[in-house]
């Protein structure tokens, strides 16, 4: 925003809605959720700050962000340009691409193999029943003890995706299947730190040889991980016959009709590396938090288990359609999302021209972040806005319903484009370990710690859990 800009912008709120100790250090002082909502009290639901020179306007509560993602949607459909992303994936993609027809062909594309789940022969609501068999044999072998269920977590979701971009899973202990877990999760970290920071904000310190180095390096491993797996399907992929996401993009990239649409190598290789990156942390995060809540609440757990145990017995095979017969473990499921805020500020999204936004002119290209956390907070529009009650979900008669306020997918046209898929792992996951295991907190010391780390996800201190067999599975 323009300086001339800034002072309408402040003349309107009667406020200074900037800067506030941001100014010119990033790594001086970390932004936190609690500051974000003590700012969002003091100078309403839209505010901006500087962090050194990039300029950022955060939205809060359900209407204010409805309005930038839905009602406003289009306006607001851009991404900004983050040069350590640009430097990396040439804005290609789905993730973080413009707004614009090769966007729109390349999500058009991708929910088109997720809505196609059933590649092969095989659903994805098999795939993902298949995998939870594997997680409740992982988390057996490691019943004796107490320990930490995120590994177990993270690879089960992670070979979802796998499935769907490659068309194999990877064995837990599998080296190479953890060396590439590491990296993503390292460069999620490594893009928020403030050696990012630094590249975005100074362009000079760009070619030096400082730690920012580092993301590029292990965004290089990723990709040549990637490439090496495009390169075997080029060489074994039959025409006609897609086994995965990969397969149907090299049909698409052939595809006449399809040139100047972005469907190239390149292009390839970033959306593989977007499905990875939004689809893996993501969940496995969620079902992170959904363990550390049953464990906190354990008569949350008894009761769905109680609701489990009716409604599907023990011998049925579980389904994703079961959901509706269990509208107290859905509402459960849902309230853990709602509570977790998985990805707090979803993801940053931009006007793609200069947009007109409670009084303020909002310049093309600004950051504008969706306080997500705020929208599930907002005390007008839950029953129980800042306690764990899955009552957020139901109604007096014990049915499942679901709030417009519900938004951990965001919304609107940028809107995440796993979400079906996200939902039925986290519904098949969650089910198949409540139906196998009673889930406790092992250390009668102290409390479980309920605290989030606030990052580009939001995540729990690690924490280990002990479980109890509940029947044979
Ligand atoms: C619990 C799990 C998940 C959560 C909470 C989640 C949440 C989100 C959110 C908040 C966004 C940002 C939307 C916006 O810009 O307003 C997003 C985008 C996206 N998500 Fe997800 N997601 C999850 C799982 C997945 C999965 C499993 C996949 C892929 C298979 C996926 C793929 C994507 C993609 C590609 C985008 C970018 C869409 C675009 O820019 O057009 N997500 N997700």
């Given at each position: 925003m323009g300086e001339a800009d800034m002072r309408e912008a402040e003349g309107h709120s009667g406020s200074t809605s900037h800067s506030n100790g941001f100014s010119?250090?990033?790594?001086?002082?970390?932004?936190?959720?609690?500051?974000?909502?003590?700012?969002?009290?003091?100078?309403?639901?839209?505010?901006?700050?500087?962090?050194?020179?990039?300029?950022?306007?955060?939205?809060?509560?359900?209407?204010?962000?409805?309005?930038?993602?839905?009602?406003?949607?289009?306006?607001?459909?851009?991404?900004?340009?983050?040069?350590?992303?640009?430097?990396?994936?040439?804005?290609?993609?789905?993730?973080?691409?413009?707004?614009?027809?090769?966007?729109?062909?390349?999500?058009?594309?991708?929910?088109?193999?997720?809505?196609?789940?059933?590649?092969?022969?095989?659903?994805?609501?098999?795939?993902?029943?298949?995998?939870?068999?594997?997680?409740?044999?992982?988390?057996?072998?490691?019943?004796?003890?107490?320990?930490?269920?995120?590994?177990?977590?993270?690879?089960?979701?992670?070979?979802?995706?796998?499935?769907?971009?490659?068309?194999?899973?990877?064995?837990?202990?599998?080296?190479?299947?953890?060396?590439?877990?590491?990296?993503?999760?390292?460069?999620?970290?490594?893009?928020?730190?403030?050696?990012?920071?630094?590249?975005?904000?100074?362009?000079?310190?760009?070619?030096?040889?400082?730690?920012?180095?580092?993301?590029?390096?292990?965004?290089?491993?990723?990709?040549?991980?990637?490439?090496?797996?495009?390169?075997?399907?080029?060489?074994?992929?039959?025409c006609g016959q897609p086994r995965d996401f990969i397969d149907r993009y090299l049909e698409e990239m052939r595809k006449p009709e399809n040139k100047g649409l972005g469907f190239e190598d390149s292009t390839l290789l970033v959306a593989v590396s977007d499905l990875f990156v939004a689809g893996s942390e993501t969940t496995a995060r969620t079902l992170q938090w959904a363990l550390l809540y049953m464990v906190a609440f354990p008569e949350i757990q008894e009761k769905c288990q109680k609701e489990i145990d009716t409604f599907l017995g023990e011998n049925t095979c579980l389904k994703y359609e079961d959901r509706e017969k269990l509208p107290f473990t859905n509402a459960v499921i849902h309230e853990i999302q709602r509570f977790s805020n998985v990805l707090p500020l979803g993801v940053v999204h931009a006007p793609i021209k200069d947009v007109q936004f409670h009084g303020y002119t909002i310049p093309k290209g600004t950051m504008v972040f969706t306080n997500l956390v705020s929208v599930h907070h907002d005390k007008t529009q839950w029953k129980y806005p800042c306690e764990f009650n899955p009552s957020n979900f139901l109604n007096d008669e014990g049915d499942f319903l679901k709030p417009e306020a519900f938004m951990p997918f965001s919304a609107g046209p940028r809107m995440c484009l796993g979400e079906n898929l996200a939902r039925m792992e986290l519904f098949l996951f969650f089910t198949s370990i409540l139906r196998s295991f009673q889930v406790f907190w092992p250390d009668q010391s102290k409390a479980p710690d309920l605290t989030p780390n606030f990052g580009l996800t939001q995540f729990p201190n690690h924490f280990k859990v002990a479980l109890k067999c509940r029947q044979q599975t």
């Open positions: 010119s250090s990033p790594s001086a002082r970390i932004l936190t959720l609690a500051i974000l909502f003590q700012m969002a009290q003091t100078y309403g639901p839209v505010f901006s700050l500087y962090m050194a020179e990039t300029h950022m306007v955060f939205v809060n509560g359900f209407s204010s962000v409805k309005e930038v993602l839905v009602t406003k949607g289009t306006q607001f459909a851009g991404r900004p340009i983050v040069p350590v992303i640009d430097y990396i994936t040439n804005m290609k993609g789905i993730i973080l691409t413009h707004y614009g027809q090769e966007w729109k062909e390349q999500r058009k594309f991708a929910l088109s193999v997720l809505r196609n789940l059933g590649l092969g022969k095989r659903s994805m609501e098999e795939r993902i029943l298949e995998e939870a068999t594997y997680l409740i044999q992982a988390f057996k072998e490691n019943a004796s003890v107490p320990f930490d269920p995120y590994d177990v977590l993270d690879s089960a979701v992670t070979n979802i995706i796998s499935t769907l971009v490659f068309g194999k899973r990877f064995e837990y202990e599998d080296g190479s299947f953890r060396n590439i877990l590491e990296l993503i999760h390292q460069g999620a970290k490594l893009i928020i730190s403030p050696w990012s920071m630094l590249f975005n904000t100074v362009p000079f310190v760009r070619r030096l040889p400082l730690p920012h180095q580092m993301i590029f390096k292990r965004a290089e491993k990723l990709f040549a991980f990637y490439a090496r797996e495009v390169e075997e399907h080029k060489a074994t992929h039959v």
